[in-house]
């Protein structure tokens, strides 16, 4: 008999639908955990299985929405900010009634959760699935089950534009109206009704107990600020980078000093010999970058002693303002067409048999750099034909049409970071989503790649949400993962919250191991590409024939 795990609860905060669908569908089919997603959409407009086209009254795109049919069951519903979505993603027993068995629990959670939220009135209406306040529907539920396992779940309005379901016949069912607890005149934020939905749902799916994450509550676009070099006085953090901190609940105090003396077990030694000049030569002769260089990594002359780098292409500023990078971040200069050619001579001068590019995030390209990585896979690959490439990339927006270009060129390993807990997300890289990225890994392990992540540790998280977000990482398919300690770059970054000790990461490994992972990096200096060649090789076929030194001319 397989252990109980907790039900896991993630507050996801504002979520496109096609990645909540994306990210559902790798719960659904790779998970064997109870998982209750909660989050808001962007306007969005959904179709069931059985939903009719004529039930959209006029053109979504007029009010700034899509159209999307989708695998659930019921007609058409609408789905925009002010809305609770959930997702419960559980097992259930297959039997006789399941399907109208767990519609029933899940209009119960709701229904309990209004009860506690002042609305006493809310119930069902005879024949027709969701809540009801008289005969105006304030939640509609719409679920799948396959193979003994739901997905989509219920939309309960909190507050959002009831006049978005004018232009649709809500749930195929003409002459009846809509309502939100705002209308009904209960004045919850989103944040109680989100606590009473996942109390409820406690109740009801939580037996072996709940293990929950928040991602920020709190959102501005004003909260992006830029750490280029040089362009922040040195003297302390951002105001901005101080303030999601706070939010956060990772106090300006709490932080080590940007002097404090790091620990023996941070110390490394410089070694330039022959072959880091080498390498470095290289790497001059044929004008690329490297992230060991750019990020400033503590293992350069350990890797660059071993004939190994990580190749950073697309250029060397990143249009994202993440608090812990050393990367540059003015604005971004054209793309270098003859890049992937060289990156390709240089593997070929090394002999690498094992060959990481990654990239800064370029969100002033249409498609986010994509091609640039597709064409270096190529070229790598047309030189050294038996040379593995792991790619490391950034989210492309989410785009699954940028994204399709990397995987289509077939990297050996896709690599795409978490970085950091929910709740430290906003704070550490407020451009990214932690609902987006693993999205990204889930379509990648979806298109049959070998998928990897790594986490920052010592920003203010705790162990209980690393083992969550490694959870996380293994639900969705993540075969590798690297754990690392956080190095302050300079006194303009997010400041080291503590430093994790040698044991706390033994710990960690270990675990993750239990969760079943394939291979994992921890330890204080361990970097997403650190070991890559060990990494890759522990879940794929190992490289047969290396592609042999070229003599540099």
Known sequence: MSRRRPLRVRWLGRVPFGDAHVLQRALHERSEDDHLLLLEHPHVYTLGVRGRQEHVLAPPDEVGAELVWTDRGGDVTYHGPGQLVGYPILSVPVAPGATPGHVHGVEQVVIDALADLGLPGASRLGGYPGVWVGERKICAVGVRLTRGRSMHGFALNVDPDLSMF?????????GRGVTSLAAEGVASTMRDVVDAVARRAAERWGGAGVERQDVAWRVRSEDLSAFTKGAVPPSAAPVRLVGRLAEAGVAPGDGLAAEARKPEWL????????RFRDLKATMRSLELNTVCEEAGCPNIFECWADGTATFMINGDRCTRACGFCLVDTRH????????????AEAVARMGLDHAVVTAVARDDLPD?????FAATVAAIHRRCPDTAVEVLIPDCKGDAESLGTIFAAGPEVLN???????RLQRAVRPSASYARSLSVLA??????????SGVILGMGETEDEVLGALGDLRAVGVDIVTMGQYLRPTSSHLPVA????????ARLREAGSEMGFAHIEASPLTRSSYHAKAAGQAVRRPVQDQCEPVPQP
């Open 498 to 505: 503590r430093w994790w000790r040698p044991e706390e990461f």
């Open 267 to 274: 110390r490394v030694k410089a070694d330039m010999g022959s």
């Open 332 to 343: 971004p200069e054209a793309l270098d067409q003859g890049e992937p050619e060289r990156v």
């Open 166 to 174: 004018s232009r649709i016949v809500p749930c195929g069912i003409p």
């Open 368 to 372: 986010g750099g994509a091609a640039a």
């Open 443 to 452: 379509r990648a392990k979806a298109a049959g790649l070998v998928t990897k």
């Open 416 to 422: 795409h970071n978490l970085e950091t807990v929910a």
